[in-house]
C-alpha cells in the first residue's frame, strides 16, 4: 500500500543516511507509484539516495504505468520482453533504443543500455551442472 511504501522509504533512507551504503530492491513499482509526481518518500528516495551511496534497483513490468523520475533517473536500463506495446513504446523512448529491438526480444533476452553507451543484446542462461555452495573460513 502507499502507507508501507511510504515506511519503507523513509526507513531505508535513514538507514543508509546514517549506517549507509544501502542496497534496495523495489519490485513491482507500478504497484506503488504512478507515471505522474512520485509520491514524496518515494521521490525522496530516488532523487537523494543515490547521492548518499544508495544502490536502487527498481523493477517493473508496467514502465508505461510507473514513476518517471526514477525511471529517468537511472543509469542504467536493463529491459527483458514486455508483452504490451505502451511498456515497449516507453522502455524504448527512455533507452534512446530503437523500438523494434525492443519488440523482437525474446524469452530471456533483454536489451541493455549504460550511460553513453549503445543498446546490447544479451540473454540470461544457465547452467545444467549444480555449483557447489562456496565456504567461508573466518
Request: charged content about 20%; hydrophobic content about 40%.
Amino acid at each position: 500500500t502507499g502507507a508501507q511504501c511510504g515506511d519503507f522509504c523513509r526507513l531505508a533512507f535513514s538507514w543508509n543516511f546514517h549506517g549507509g551504503p544501502v542496497v534496495v530492491v523495489a519490485d513491482e513499482l507500478a504497484m506503488v507509484t504512478t507515471p505522474g509526481k512520485a509520491p514524496a518518500d518515494w521521490w525522496r528516495l530516488v532523487a537523494q539516495g543515490m547521492g548518499y551511496g544508495m544502490n536502487l534497483y527498481a523493477i517493473t513490468h508496467r514502465p508505461a504505468e510507473s514513476d518517471k523520475t526514477c525511471i529517468g533517473n537511472a543509469s542504467e536500463y536493463v529491459c527483458f520482453k514486455l508483452g504490451r506495446a505502451a511498456d515497449r513504446a516507453a522502455m524504448a523512448a527512455e533507452m534512446d533504443a530503437p523500438r523494434p529491438v525492443l519488440d523482437k526480444l525474446k524469452p530471456l533476452q533483454y536489451a541493455r543500455r549504460a550511460p553513453g553507451g549503445s543498446v546490447e543484446i544479451g540473454a540470461l542462461s544457465f547452467s545444467k551442472t549444480p555449483r557447489r555452495a562456496s565456504r567461508i573460513r573466518v
